[in-house]
């Protein structure tokens, strides 16, 4: 029997029942699919995961990438992987028809994506940043870029990644200083280097194809002055053969985990001669590589919360097998012992999982579901959907990225001294899941775009908009006897939210931006708790309606664990919100307050 990492019955009923996503084939963008299709395009992202994906994980995380004379040697399994992601239409899914694509929605991509990342993280990012860096060519570059450079991403012969940060400038974008020098040639001479740059060099593709931030010669500082272009490892010549680029792979890293992927450090135009091709308009590749950026950061979520699930499921295994004392009240030390899972705290670092990443997945595809939305439609109704979106994506990249490392832990924890050997795959998850609170923007970040950007969109209209829809759950949930007591809960903690967030306001005006944005990491994880209680409660409304219904297509047990999730969810998650509160109304910049000296 082939280990469980995810719940396939847990997707169904999100995707059909709680987000009904036959909705989508109505719309004129995906009216050639149905939902029987989704099911099948699922179902292939499963069997893939399943015969290709997991066998290698245990192999890839034991044998990492590493260089051999100049380049990077990764699992020699990756070169058929790549190209059966490419033949079978996996990095194209998302694109348009008259691109090659199957226009198949992003909520199913990211679903299927999920599926995989559960089974193997590492190469589903090969795959999954060539579909996103393939996208952006598509979009703003030129028909001769698409032509050169997306067939064959798509095909899985070359590799696409997103080069942004260099070693003076992290998350700090605004001080890139990787250099483009314009010529008479169509392209520009790029010098400069790059770090953490996922798949930047690997053995297992042809070529590797960057969407690289620099800066043109004589272009204003700060932000207003990046550039985007397409930088390939290997360039054509004149005589349409393929030449190396200038682009040289000075090392990888040594990670804690997420092994399989190589994250390698590039020196471009060390000889003078690295070529790249501008991607749209001069100075305007930030906006462009946010298109990117933002869809990456949902990917993030999903992936963090893909590998809760594998350590939840493998913990869940476990507690079921495992026999460890007996019950408080049994004092006969000759009956045999009893299964770890009978006992109230093993029960209780379970249903935190479970909590956790069917929460978590729920509000990904809200997301999703926005997005999808928001690119086929017109008028207010793509204005809302964007709003909500743009609101919702520092939740949806952080709250499930955080919480990853926690219910990795609680699943090591299960496991006891086991599951800090190697022995056991428990310790893996925990390093796995660890780089996804700093992938696409640390934690940090996303609590400053929240609280200082996104809250106040529009005149806070992005806020309403989406207070309005979470309302209009908790109505339906007060409908519902069972549901009505943490319906109610979740009404006066967003009351609480709206107060918190007039206060913070008020210390905006009175003290300054860097008062305002000091707590904002915990504004963004008050706001995170509050959106995972609005999913239980989409969850609860939908189990209950089925079960009113009669409805057998869901087990009884299943439709029982998701009211003991959605109740450990409220019972234990949500007075969490409490104490965050209580430190986000405090006068005391405690932070703000100390200086460097003084903290030895």
Known sequence: MEPKFYSKENLRFLMHEVFNVAELCKRDAFKEHTPEEFD????????????????????????????????????????????????????????????????????????????????????????????????????????????????????????????????????????????????????????????FISCGDHDGVDNIVHLMLARIDGAPAGTNGISLFVVPRERYNDKGELE??????????????????????????????????????????????????????????????????????????????????????????????????????????????????????????????????????????????????????????????????????????????????????AELFFRETRIHTIHEGATAIHGMDLLGRKVMMKDGQATMLLMQEVMGDIEKAKQHESLKPYAEALEKKLGSLQEITVHLLGVAQSKGPEAYLSDATLYLELFGILAIGWQWLKQGITAEELKAAGSKQYSNEFIASKHHALQYFFEYELPKTEGLATRLKSKNKVTLNATAEEIV
């Open 244 to 425: 190396f680029n200038d682009v040289n792979t000075a090392g990888v890293f040594h990670k804690m985990g997420y092994h399989g992927a190589p994250i390698a450090h590039l020196m471009m135009g060390e000889a003078g001669d690295c070529r790249g091709y501008l991607l749209g308009e001069e100075h305007k590749g930030l906006s462009y590589m946010f298109q990117m950026m933002n869809e990456a950061r949902i990917g993030v979520g999903a992936n963090a919360t893909s590998i809760a699930s594998a350590a939840y499921y493998n913990s869940l295994e476990y507690a079921n097998v495992r026999a460890q004392g007996r019950k408080l009240t049994e004092k006969d030390p000759n009956k045999p012992q009893t299964p770890i899972i009978n006992h109230a705290d093993v029960k209780r670092m379970l249903l935190f999982q479970k909590a956790i990443v069917e929460g978590s997945l729920s509000l990904v595809a809200q997301a999703c579901i926005y997005y999808d939305n928001w690119k086929t439609s017109e008028g207010a109704e793509k204005e809302a959907n964007f709003l909500k979106l743009e609101l919702l994506t520092p939740i949806v990249k952080s709250y499930p990225a955080e919480m990853s490392i926690l219910s990795t832990s609680a699943a090591l924890q299960i496991f006891g001294g086991y599951g800090y050997t190697k022995e056991f795959m």
């Open 40 to 195: 099948m395009i699922l179902e292939a992202a499963d069997s893939l995961s399943t015969t290709h994906l997991r066998p290698i994980l245990l192999e890839m995380d034991r044998n990492p990438p590493h260089i051999v004379n100049g380049r990077v040697k990764v699992h020699p399994k990756m070169r058929e992987i790549m190209k059966r992601f490419g033949e079978d239409g996996w990095i194209s899914m998302s694109a348009p028809y008259e691109h090659g694509g199957q226009q198949v929605p992003f909520t199913i991509l990211q679903m299927a994506g999920f599926i995989m990342a559960a089974a193997n993280y590492s190469p589903m990012a090969y795959a999954f940043l060539t579909n996103g860096a393939a996208h952006l060519i598509e979009t703003f570059g030129s028909k001769e870029l698409f032509d050169t450079y997306v067939t064959k991403m798509f095909n899985g012969e070359w590799q696409g990644t997103m080069a942004l940060s260099e070693p003076q400038a992290g998350s700090s974008l605004s001080d890139v200083v990787t250099s483009a020098t314009p010529t008479d040639k169509g392209y520009y001479l790029i010098k400069g280097q790059k770090v």
